[in-house]
């Protein structure tokens, strides 16, 4: 029999990536939908806005606030943190909000990218957006991703149905596609909200020396991670037209979609269980590197898929973006790559972040100077690029750099862990149809 510790975990995966497929439908709808009607230039203007909304969201320590909620909620179940971190988010969040309002037209001009009039209305994802991910990421640290998985479906429906009907029927064009993500976003908070109030807290005492090395690590690393996609996006708007954006976005969602999923399930799954195995470094050890070689197993069968396939979806389904075949590649490349995440979250669980904030000041000095030359000598293709290499830059230096930390994570799957992973699936599908497992002589 497979332990229990991972049949729970693939419990909880299933739970996770049922919430990615949910979004894969109900994203793929809103791209096929969205992109065809607004062509190229307008689809490029609007997801660069929404992407440099996003980024701020992050740049500002939600992303770490959020990491220490997946990794100290397990612990302590605090009610006390959970409320002092969502009181510093709202103060932070409702200050940035009056600065995109009043000075809409400034951010405008500075990236030279949209109206005044589109930061304008953008500017209300921070009284929701913050909010949203730091309840998602509570449920997450709870595990309990079946709430989740609820909360992504309605935010990802309300998302398709306002953005069809603002743009479709009412003919607003970019703001229909803002508006539609503000109502989105905070059917997900309300979602979140009335669960959150029909849940229990254990008020353990949380180790203040703990939570606060944790974050101060956690906050920096973040910082500079969303910097560096921060520079990507000025450069992005100084030197690559709204079509040409348009073209790779399309790219960037299909491969995405494909690719990404496993990726984010297993990291969303792995980081709190992770947290609880920090104590037995063979465990944890065992852990990541399962999840790294399955990620890695994923991520090479459905890179094949989209390099085979690839073209024929996009004459079916995109035929204004034909030209997107050709960034695959290095699109597959990219999330190939992405799996560094998972490694991050084995330094992240031992509270090691101080490793990751180091790599990302390499990857961020590189950015900063590389990716000017790169972006405006080779447009796009200079960009992914720059991005295949900031994902090398920092594999090599967390996986060089984790006997220091103390982990031995291997990335190579072997056969042993190709029959692990097909009685693990074997023994899940099992449970999940009722029917009574066999014994099985030894653990694989």
């Known amino acids: 029999?497979?332990?229990?510790?991972?049949?729970?975990?693939?419990?909880?995966?299933?739970?996770?990536?049922?919430?990615?497929?949910?979004?894969?439908?109900?994203?793929?709808?809103?791209t096929l939908i969205i992109a065809n009607l607004l062509g190229p230039e307008e689809y490029g203007l609007a997801m660069f806005v929404l992407a440099f909304i996003g980024n701020t969201v992050f740049l500002f320590g939600v992303d770490a606030l959020a990491d220490l909620l997946v990794v100290f909620t397990p612990k302590y179940k605090s009610k006390k943190l959970f409320l002092k971190i969502l009181g510093i988010v709202y103060a932070v969040f409702f200050c940035i909000f009056l600065?995109?309002?009043?000075?809409?037209?400034?951010?405008?001009?500075?990236f030279n990218k949209g109206s005044a009039s589109l930061y304008w209305q953008a500017s209300f994802l921070f009284l929701f957006m913050p909010t949203t991910l730091l309840l998602e990421a509570f449920f997450k640290g709870m595990k309990r991703f079946g709430k989740v998985l609820k909360a992504l479906i309605l935010e990802s429906f309300t998302n398709l149905f306002f953005a069809v009907v603002f743009v479709l029927f009412l003919k607003q064009g970019i703001s229909g596609l803002i508006l539609a993500k503000?109502?989105?976003?905070?059917?997900?908070?309300?979602?979140?909200?009335?669960?959150?109030?029909?849940?229990?807290?254990?008020?353990?005492?949380v180790k203040q020396g703990e939570a606060k090395k944790y974050f101060k690590n956690i906050i920096v690393s973040s910082f500079l991670k969303k910097m560096n996609y921060q520079a990507m996006l000025l450069y992005m708007g100084m030197f690559i037209s709204s079509s040409l954006l348009g073209i790779y976005y399309i790219a960037e969602k299909i491969v995405l979609y494909a690719m990404q999923m496993p990726i984010e399930t297993l990291s969303d799954t792995l980081l709190p269980f992770a947290s609880e195995k920090a104590g037995d470094r063979n465990a944890l050890n065992r852990l990541v590197s399962l999840n790294i070689k399955l990620s890695l197993l994923f991520g090479v069968l459905f890179g094949a898929c989209i390099l085979l396939f690839g073209r024929i979806f996009l004459q079916l389904f995109f035929p204004q973006y034909l030209e997107a075949y050709w960034l695959m590649p290095f699109f597959?490349?990219?999330?190939?790559?992405?799996?560094?995440?998972?490694?991050?979250?084995?330094?992240?669980?031992?509270?090691?972040?101080?490793?990751?904030?180091?790599?990302?000041?390499?990857?961020?000095?590189?950015?900063?100077?590389?990716?000017?030359?790169?972006?405006?000598?080779?447009?796009?293709?200079?960009?992914?690029?720059?991005?295949?290499?900031?994902?090398i830059i920092i594999w090599l230096y967390l996986y060089f750099g984790q006997g220091k930390a103390g982990l031995k994570i291997e990335v190579i799957p072997r056969k042993k862990d190709i029959i692990f992973f097909f009685r693990l699936g074997k023994e899940g599908f099992r449970k999940f149809s009722n029917r009574p497992a066999r014994q099985e002589n030894g653990r694989p």
Do not use: P
């Open 182 to 205: 503000i109502l989105s976003v905070s059917a997900s908070a309300a979602f979140y909200a009335f669960q959150i109030s029909r849940s229990k807290f254990e008020e353990k005492e």
């Open 99 to 110: 600065v995109f309002f009043f000075f809409n037209s400034q951010i405008a001009s500075f």
């Open 1 to 30: 029999m497979v332990g229990e510790d991972y049949w729970l975990f693939l419990k909880s995966g299933i739970f996770s990536y049922s919430s990615k497929m949910a979004l894969l439908v109900f994203g793929f709808l809103y």
């Open 332 to 391: 597959v490349a990219v999330f190939l790559e992405a799996n560094v995440q998972l490694l991050g979250d084995a330094y992240k669980s031992i509270n090691r972040a101080d490793v990751l904030v180091k790599s990302f000041m390499l990857v961020f000095s590189f950015t900063l100077v590389g990716g000017y030359f790169l972006i405006s000598i080779l447009s796009v293709t200079g960009l992914l690029l720059l991005r295949i290499f900031t994902n």
